[in-house]
């Protein structure tokens, strides 16, 4: 189905270790990854087994051991700290389990946090409306449910049109029916921005929702599965 896309990313022989000596831990085994653009990534696999390591180098937020990460033509992986930092800045957005927004802030502010400083950046409002927080921009996040308070920090990371959105457990502290609707923003992103989004997570009903699923064990990927038949996430069971 992904026929001719660009690749978005691309990993050979991917290693991270932590740690010297009889106390090295190896997060990732020499990992091989191809994750076409604008696709929607769920990345699975037991506690430990390295998906959110994956996600930090490829988010330019770690360094690998050995081995290479592509994002299109740039290497991630022989970049400095400040080209790395521009790497982050010009095309990476991050939603993590914890919003992370700032409580003095309106969610509006938290938002224009991101805008001041992005080179191509949406209005704040709009990147609130695309969230479903068309009536709630000036509302501080102790206002706000959970659910809510995560869309904040989705229109906070999408407000830069990132090609990418890393999400490191989205959901993991909403229930059901809040995190079905985080990941039918997610989706809308997806969709109308044409953003690449990478979830990694442990609710396995998740992969309903992916074009790809990754099954992460031990530091290296099990099985990747393409999904050709793509649940709407409200449909997602819980
Ligand atoms: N900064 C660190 N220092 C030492 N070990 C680390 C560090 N970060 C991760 N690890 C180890 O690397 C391995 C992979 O961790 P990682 O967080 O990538 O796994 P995960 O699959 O995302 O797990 P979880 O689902 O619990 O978040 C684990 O054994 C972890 O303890």
């Known amino acids: 189905m992904n026929v001719g896309k660009p690749i978005a990313f691309r990993t050979r022989g991917l290693t991270k270790t932590y740690g010297e000596g009889r106390s090295t831990v190896h997060a990732l085994r020499g990992v091989d990854l191809d994750i076409p653009q604008g696709e929607i990534v769920v990345l699975l696999g037991p506690s430990g087994s390295g998906k959110s390591t994956l996600l ?19 290497c991630l992986t022989e970049m400095s700290s400040s080209a790395l930092t521009r790497y982050r800045r010009q095309h990476v957005g991050f939603v993590f389990q914890f919003y992370n927004l700032m409580p003095s802030l309106t969610a509006r502010e938290n938002v224009e946090l991101v805008t001041e400083i992005a080179s191509d950046p949406m209005d704040p409002d709009d990147a609130l409306a695309l969230v479903g927080l068309r009536e709630r921009t000036d509302h501080f996040p102790a206002q706000m449910s959970g659910g809510e308070q995560q869309r904040v920090a989705i229109a906070r990371a999408v407000a830069k049109q990132p090609d990418v959105l890393f999400c490191d457990e989205p959901t993991g502290a909403l229930d059901s029916a809040t995190g079905r609707t985080v990941l039918s923003v997610l989706r809308d992103v997806n969709e109308k921005l044409g953003s690449t989004v990478l979830v990694v997570t442990h609710n396995a009903n998740t992969a309903a929702m992916a074009d790809r699923v990754i099954h992460f064990a031990d530091g290296n990927i099990r099985e990747v599965i393409e999904n050709n038949s793509k649940l709407d996430p409200a449909a997602i069971e819980w």
């Open 56 to 74: 930090n180098i490829v988010g330019g937020l770690d360094s690998a051991t050995q081995g290479t990460a592509h994002f299109l033509d740039q």
